[in-house]
């Protein structure tokens, strides 16, 4: 497609000139319809068992974002505490909230075990510390059934050589430390990696759990993990992950494994980036364009403190330019040009030797699929504030969804 944001009527009739002079750049833009949709499709993922999409929000933890992922009546994991009181914050009550930490103190533990929230265990270490303090409770175990994937190596998060899980050799102990405390294993989870572009891995990884599922008896819960993936490629039509497909391609191994164990325990998946990737793009404006030695440069206010994912993955984030609150079309002319930010470091690239539009001092541009790993990840580097993030709602109206940092809030923790 030539321009995503024309393609689906980004702004709804809102003009990217307008919302930049009210909320400043650089800018996250939502859009809540892309938001709805995609919650809606992995909601559909399973519908002949029980089943829950739980919203991965380390992806994206704004309130107004959990407040929608509630309503479409998501279900949400959380990694650490602030991650489950900001879920209790919105409403999410604590039967709808998963902790899956790594490597956390007996207060985190305490904080969920005490708000009835049921936790998983990542090591035989940490599930020996949860026995320790809380005999006789119900838990899950996080397993590593040894084969992971990703789009990089640093979000491979299951395999022989990740941090993660306990792995499948080690399951006898998890019944023996379970034993020992009289812990209730009611749930097992995984989480293979990120960014599956075809259903294949995910049908690979969740029969491979299945198998593993099967030592487990008397489960209520068993959680296949999030990572199904983002068409970062969208305007050289890079198609879409098909979750209907893979929604089909689940039902025969789930068949089998309902037949084979007895009954349908609530099956679980834990998408982040489906949910939000697409519905936001971060506007900036290009305050300088030089060509050193021959390579041309278009400078930003998008830094890497504004998106970390490009100089952290070498990600591809594509970039539309707007010009006059018009997309500029490749065909009015190209350039080989490197989009980069304003933060001192030689790695702050939004884009290498990109062919782009012409692009010219005062132009903004929109950085696409930034919704997901975008702010949650982004920092105050160089002391620049965090962005301020905007929603467009359904209807077409504005709203403010997080105030711009200011040097006050900087200032406030010395
Ligand atoms: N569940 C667990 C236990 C996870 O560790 C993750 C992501 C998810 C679910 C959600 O995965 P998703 O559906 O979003 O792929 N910052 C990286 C991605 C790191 C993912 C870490 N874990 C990026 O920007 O690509």
Redesign the pocket.
Same mark, same amino acid.
């Given at each position: 497609m030539s321009s995503y944001i024309k393609n689906i009527d980004f702004f709804k009739g809102n003009k990217p000139e307008d919302l930049v002079s009210e909320f400043g750049t650089p800018l996250y833009v939502y859009n809540e319809s892309v938001i709805r949709k995609q919650m809606r499709k992995v909601e559909g993922l399973i519908k002949k068992y029980p089943y829950t999409a @739980?919203y &991965?929000i380390? &992806?994206n933890s704004n309130l107004s974002i959990l407040k929608i992922a509630l309503e479409e009546g998501l279900n949400a994991?959380a990694?650490s505490v602030n991650e489950m009181r900001i879920l209790l914050l919105a409403g999410f009550p604590a039967e709808r909230i998963f902790f899956?930490p790594n490597n956390v103190s007996s207060e985190e533990l305490t904080f969920a075990h005490d708000n009835n929230i049921i936790t998983s265990l990542d090591s035989i270490d940490q599930l020996d510390r949860f026995g320790k303090l809380f005999p006789g409770s119900r838990c899950a175990v %996080?397993i590593n059934p040894g084969v992971g994937a990703?789009?990089?190596e640093?979000?491979v998060?299951a395999g022989k050589k990740t941090k /993660?899980a306990i792995a499948e050799e080690d399951i006898d102990t998890v019944f023996e430390v379970a034993a020992k405390y009289d812990l209730k294993i009611v749930g097992i @989870?995984q989480?293979v990696? &990120? #960014?599956y572009m075809v259903p294949d891995p995910f049908i690979a990884a969740i029969g491979n759990f299945l198998r593993i599922a099967r030592k487990f008896p008397n489960l209520e819960f068993i959680d296949f *993990? *999030? *990572? /199904?993936?983002t068409p970062y490629h969208k305007l050289n039509d890079e198609a879409p992950f098909d979750i209907d497909k893979l929604s089909k391609e689940m039902e025969p191994i789930l068949d089998d494994f309902v037949s084979d164990y007895g009954y349908a325990p609530l099956f679980k998946s834990?998408? *982040?980036?489906?949910?939000v !990737?697409e519905s936001s793009l971060i506007l900036g404006r290009v305050f300088a364009t030089k060509s050193n030695y021959g390579h041309k440069y278009a400078g930003t206010d998008i830094g890497m403190n504004v998106l !970390? %994912?490009p100089t #952290? +993955?070498d &990600?591809w984030h594509d970039i539309e330019v707007i010009r006059n609150n018009e997309v500029v079309s490749l065909e009015d002319g190209t350039d080989v040009i490197t989009v980069t930010g304003n933060i001192c470091e030689s790695g702050d690239i939004l884009a290498k030797e990109r062919e782009l539009p012409i692009i010219k001092t005062e132009d903004l541009v929109a950085v696409l699929d930034a919704g !997901? +790993?975008g702010y949650s990840?982004s920092s105050s580097y160089n002391l620049r504030p965090r962005c301020a993030e905007v929603l467009i709602q359904e209807d077409g109206n504005v709203k403010l969804i997080r105030r711009r940092e200011t040097f006050e809030d900087l200032i406030s923790l010395f």
């Open positions: @739980n &991965s380390k &992806s994991d990694m899956v %996080r990703g789009h990089h640093k979000v998060t /993660f @989870n989480h990696g &990120s #960014l *993990g *999030g *990572g /199904f993936g834990e998408p *982040g980036r489906y949910c !990737a !970390a %994912r #952290l +993955y &990600s !997901a +790993y990840m």
